[in-house]
């Protein structure tokens, strides 16, 4: 008997096998990507629809009112004083005290709404912290209690731009290219969100 013949069905036996290992180990892949649950959220969305963002987000902007009429007032103060000061004779005194007064009250315009305009990045910056803060530790409660494996962030960028750095920059955040809407829990956050937000003012 030639060895090759004694060969032939070892192989197709070794084949077999190998054929039957890989299928078992498909079905345990699968089975366990079937027990893997999966969420996305749009955080856009959430931001957007957050009560809560939206009651801090129209005290700001009643702040930013706040700052700018004040600085409005100064400026007219300023204007108003300036065409008194031009109505009175060169070098007298009275023009003098007046041009003083101007210069004084110029710097003090300037200073202000240099410190409005830190006031209002300092609010913005710390208001978005701690909604995205409560965002996140909302998702976090909602991964835990619904056995959630693995909860993923979507955003949908607007890829309208005139410089290509910027197209590149939106293009590499995006982190999710595809998923079903069964795995889209968006709405559950959103609603958690309110719900505890309608506690915490009934609180107040």
Do not use: W
Not at 7 to 36: G, H, Q, R
Not at 76 to 91: A, C, F, M, N, V
């Amino acid at each position: 008997m030639k060895l090759s013949s004694v060969k032939t069905p070892i192989m197709c036996l070794v084949l077999a096998l190998l054929a039957s290992f890989i299928y078992t180990n498909v079905k345990i892949a699968t089975a366990e990507a079937e027990d893997f649950k999966i969420g996305v959220v749009d955080i856009g969305g959430v931001f957007e629809k957050y009560k809560k963002r939206l009651d801090l987000d129209q005290k700001l902007k009643e702040q930013e009112k706040e700052f700018q009429d004040e600085i409005n007032k100064k400026r007219k103060e300023l204007i108003d004083l300036d065409e008194e000061t031009q109505l009175l004779d060169l070098g007298s005194e009275s023009r003098g005290k007046n041009e003083n007064l101007l210069e004084r009250k110029n710097v003090e315009l300037e200073g202000y709404a240099k410190f409005a305009e830190r006031q209002l990045l300092k609010k913005y910056k710390d208001f978005f912290e701690s909604i995205y803060q409560e965002v996140v530790l909302k998702i976090e409660e909602i991964g835990k209690q619904d056995n959630f494996d693995l909860i993923i962030k979507k955003e949908e960028p607007e890829l309208k731009s005139g410089q290509i750095s910027d197209l590149q920059f939106k293009i590499g955040i995006r982190t999710v290219l595809y998923h079903s809407e069964s795995v889209n829990i968006t709405s559950d956050v959103i609603d958690n969100l309110n719900a505890s937000y309608a506690k915490e003012k009934a609180r107040e």
